[in-house]
């Protein structure tokens, strides 16, 4: 199963959803559905402007346990 570490990395970059959405232009209830890892489908341009956002890698984003 792959599991989205948002919340994780969010906690460490202290940043709240809200702040996320305004920095990346995604909408808050993609971001909101990351965090508590209930969304089926991610666009590729949403997943690399939360890289950019958090100067992380997709491997730092997504888990596969």
Same mark, same amino acid.
């Given at each position: 199963?792959?599991?989205c570490r948002l919340r994780v990395l969010l906690a460490e970059?202290?940043?709240?959803?809200?702040?996320?959405?305004e920095m990346t232009g995604i909408q808050a209830m993609t971001i909101n559905k990351m965090y508590n890892n209930s969304i089926?489908?991610?666009p590729? &341009? *949403?997943i690399d402007k939360?890289? &950019? *956002?958090?100067q992380c890698d997709v491997s730092d984003l997504f888990k596969r346990e």
């Open positions: 199963m792959i599991k970059h202290e940043l709240s959803q809200k702040e996320l959405a089926v489908r991610v590729l &341009e *949403a939360i890289c &950019e *956002a958090l």
